[in-house]
């Protein structure tokens, strides 16, 4: 059999090495065992299948058609297909070793296409369970073990998400306990071939983490203050991995976690920030797919009664809707209006709070407020509040990185963090960006029953898009309020007298830095370069501090009026919920210019059908192509001109949003103007309008103008045929008449003188030269009549 012809270390694939050794022996293993007719063979189907999802190229595909393609689908494939092939394998000396080896290396090669773990795990789990009902012994025992091991490797890579380095190092803890294990049942293993294989994984994987743990310690006893000097320890772990033997991908990690521990060592003397009092807004902006604002209002109108009616039992997405408020939570500062009424207003959902729990962290319960904020302007967000109080830096930096899409998936490790409505703790969430997909999905399913119920709206809408909401992946908006701060300097605090000394305090980088995607170290934040973090002046704040970036922003104020800090907050959640308003749009304006695409392909289709039809004299096919082909421009014409409606409505938007009328009074106008400055509100409208330019300013018109010409002069050639045809019959009839009339006159003549003989014959051919001379004359002048007849343009 080939487990005993082919037995190497090669089989035993490694994890981040080349596996082709070990497919090939698994394929030929498989192919082997159904010819020798074993009861636990895989069918050929079955192989088949195995081997497709088996191989990278199956993850690679997978990851590129994301969640919202089959996520769920693909994992009850590798449910079904995994414990045959467990089954199969283990039936085969040294096939569970071999196998539970070589799912590990190919789970590691998925796992660096996707932060996402769900189908990962999948396998994982798929395979480890079959194993386990098997009872496997020894080698294999180990294997599946080292296996399944990797539902730990996920937990850690999760807590290192969440930014959270007391949730770090619980979760590595519990990984190194049971590597521990899993080593030492490695190295008690009797004789066997993959034995020093199973020795120096299970080895690498406790250094390496054991190296995490050790960084994660000491960088949160240097947060916490609990310490000042770990000088020792970084010598020890950078020894650890200068000698460890790693893999140069882990030890490339690993130097990364460790530049976190220096950057925070290297800072243990300076002044750091401490926030003594603010709060944090996330915004989450998103637009809803509609031609015209009174068409909005309408659907916003019907879509809060609707949550309305619900009363208690309300929710939108996993959370349960509160209160609904008939116009948004904003101060008088909002209160202007232009001649024709506009006004920035709309509808509130409050929700209930989430809670964050540290169950395995021993921190404080975390409370978010949450609300919907619909406006009848189009800038429509998911927002979430939370107060700071007495908080060092690094509490802020896990605040303001719970924003990210790629914050880790906190279903995963509940027992540490835990993520949760108010209502109801049995409820674990993943993560806010979660949580706001499943309350968009929520206010579709309203758009929609608002759009397709006369009773609830405006009737049906077959024009309306089949997806009623726009909402970007990874946008989103940090908004960082302090209203009072100190600087910690070794553990002693002193209070900050004006606001833009925090710029030059380290702990500010979360707050000066845009919030990146993934984690690169244990306290990556430390490393942030914010040098060129850009103040604006306001003019309604004394002593203030704005700074702000792609998704960060930071107001500062300690000497005005808490109403007048709270109003540039409405100002910049304004701005950034310009975002969620700008991609609606847009994807608008791309979704037309994909129909126009479309029908101008079926445009030149029917361009050439014409011309076949025309070079072949098909006119009975030429007419029905002319007819589709007239059609089908009108209804492109038709699109343009929608496009152009929707264009202008969306330009008076940007023009109240620029307006002074948008706020009581100018001076505020200017600190509006300021905040959207800050936030790069020209970047959107200019790309915008030069989306708009790019479809409109194609040469969609002279195509349809080369259109209308080809119909025009097929119509004229028809017309053409049709008069000659009418000449024709005239010129017949009127030799006939002629020669009637001729033949009439030379009777009466024949009869009133007599004539008879060879007379008659002489009036018989005076007729047919009469006949003739007409006839003749009649073509000459047809002829002259079409020739000065003026051509169409083509």
């Known amino acids: 059999m080939v487990g005993d012809e082919k037995v190497g270390a090669s089989i035993f694939a490694l994890a981040n090495e080349d596996a082709d050794d070990a497919r090939e022996w698994l394929s030929e293993a498989f192919t082997t065992q159904r010819r020798d007719g074993s009861a636990h063979a895989l069918t050929e189907q079955q192989q088949s299948d195995i081997r497709e999802v088996l191989s990278l190229d199956w993850w690679q595909s997978v990851v590129a058609d994301g969640m919202s393609d089959g996520h769920t689908a693909h994992g009850i494939r590798l449910g079904n297909l995994l414990p045959a092939a467990v089954r199969a394998a283990s039936a085969l000396p040294l096939g569970g070793v071999v196998l539970a080896m070589y799912l590990r290396n190919l789970v590691n090669e ?102 995490i743990n050790e960084i994660a310690l000491a960088t949160s006893d240097l947060l916490a203050r609990r310490t000042y000097d770990v000088s020792a320890e970084i010598a020890r772990i950078a020894d650890l991995i200068d000698d460890g033997g790693f893999r140069p991908i882990d030890a490339s990690e690993l130097r990364g976690h460790l530049a976190s521990l220096q950057t925070v060592s290297a800072a243990a003397d300076r002044p750091w920030l401490h926030i003594d009092e603010g709060r944090v807004r996330i915004v989450y902006g998103f637009g809803v797919m509609q031609h015209g604002s009174a068409e909005l209002a309408d659907d916003l109108d019907a879509v809060r009664d609707l949550v309305s009616a619900d009363d208690k039992n ?119 960006a979660d949580v706001v997909g499943a309350i968009l999905e929520d206010l579709r399913t309203l758009f929609r029953r608002v759009r397709d119920d006369p009773q609830t709206a405006h009737g049906p809408m077959p024009s309306a898009p089949a997806d009623p909401i726009s909402a970007r992946s990874g946008s989103f908006g940090v908004l960082v309020t302090v209203e009072r701060a100190s600087s910690d300097v070794a553990g002693r605090r002193i209070p900050l007298d004006s606001a833009r000394e925090i710029s030059g305090l ?245 009869e009133g003188f007599g004539l008879h003989g060879d007379v008659t014959w002489w009036f018989i051919v005076a007729i047919l030269a009469v006949a003739v001379a007409i006839g003749v004359m009649m073509i000459l002048m047809s002829r002259r009549a079409r020739s000065s007849r003026p051509r169409p343009p083509t």
């Open 110 to 211: 998925a796992w660096e296409l996707n932060w996402d773990h769900t189908l990962i795990r999948a396998a994982v789990n798929a395979a480890a369970d079959a194993a386990k009902a098997l009872a496997p012994e020894g080698a294999d025992a180990v294997a599946w073990s080292l296996l399944r091991f990797m539902n730990h490797e996920f937990d850690v890579e999760t807590a290192l998400l969440t930014g959270n380095l007391e949730a770090v190092v619980a979760v590595t803890a519990e990984a190194i306990a049971k590597i521990a294990l899993i080593r030492q049942s490695a190295r008690e293993l009797p004789a066997h071939p993959g034995r020093e294989t199973l020795i120096a994984e299970t080895r690498s994987e406790h250094r390496y983490y054991r190296a």
């Open 314 to 432: 309300g929710r939108l997405g996993p959370l349960l809707v509160t209160k609904v408020l008939r116009r948004l939570t904003l101060s008088d500062v909002w209160q202007g209006s232009d001649s024709l009424g506009r006004r920035y207003r709309g509808s509130t959902f409050q929700l209930e709070d989430i809670l964050l729990d540290g169950p395995g962290t021993g921190a404080d319960v975390v409370r978010i407020r949450t609300q919907v904020q619909l406006s009848e302007l189009g800038n429509h967000a998911v927002l979430f509040d939370i107060e700071l109080e007495d908080a060092p830096a690094f509490e802020v930096a896990q605040i303001v990185s719970l924003a990210t899409p790629v914050y880790g998936d906190l279903t995963e490790i509940p027992h540490v963090l835990h993520l949760h409505p108010r209502s109801d703790s049995r409820i674990r969430l993943s993560r806010l």
């Open 506 to 750: 380290w702990g500010a980088q979360p707050l000066l830095h845009p919030l990146p995607a993934g984690a690169s170290g244990v306290a990556d934040w430390t490393m942030y370069d914010v040098d060129a973090a850009k103040p604006f002046e306001l003019l309604h704040l004394n002593d203030e501090l704005l700074t702000a970036n792609s998704n960060v922003t930071l107001l500062a104020s300690f000497r005005s009026p808490d109403y007048a800090v709270s109003e540039i907050e409405s100002f910049i959640t304004f701005a950034h919920s310009m975002h969620g308003m700008y991609q609606a749009w847009q994807s608008t304006v791309r979704e037309h210019a994909e129909t126009i695409s479309v029908l101008l392909t079926k445009v030149e289709h029917l361009l050439r059908e014409t011309d076949d039809a025309s070079s072949s004299g098909d006119h009975g096919r030429q007419q029905e192509v002319t007819d589709r082909l007239g059609d089908l421009v009108r209804v492109i014409e038709r699109a343009e001109l929608d496009l152009q409606s929707f264009v202008q409505s969306k330009q008076a938007i940007m023009l109240f949003v620029e307006s002074p009328a948008i706020v009581s009074s100018p001076a505020l106008r200017v600190d509006l103007d300021t905040v959207l400055r800050s936030n790069r509100y020209d970047l959107l409208r200019d790309g915008f309008e030069r989306a708009v330019r790019d479809v409109l300013g194609s040469r969609l018109q002279p195509l349809l103008d080369v259109c209308h010409r080809r119909i025009e002069r097929i119509l004229d050639d028809r017309q053409t045929e049709r008069d000659r045809r009418s000449e024709r019959v005239e010129q017949v009839l009127g030799v006939v008449l002629a020669v009637i009339g001729i033949s009439g006159l030379a009777s009466v003549l024949q």
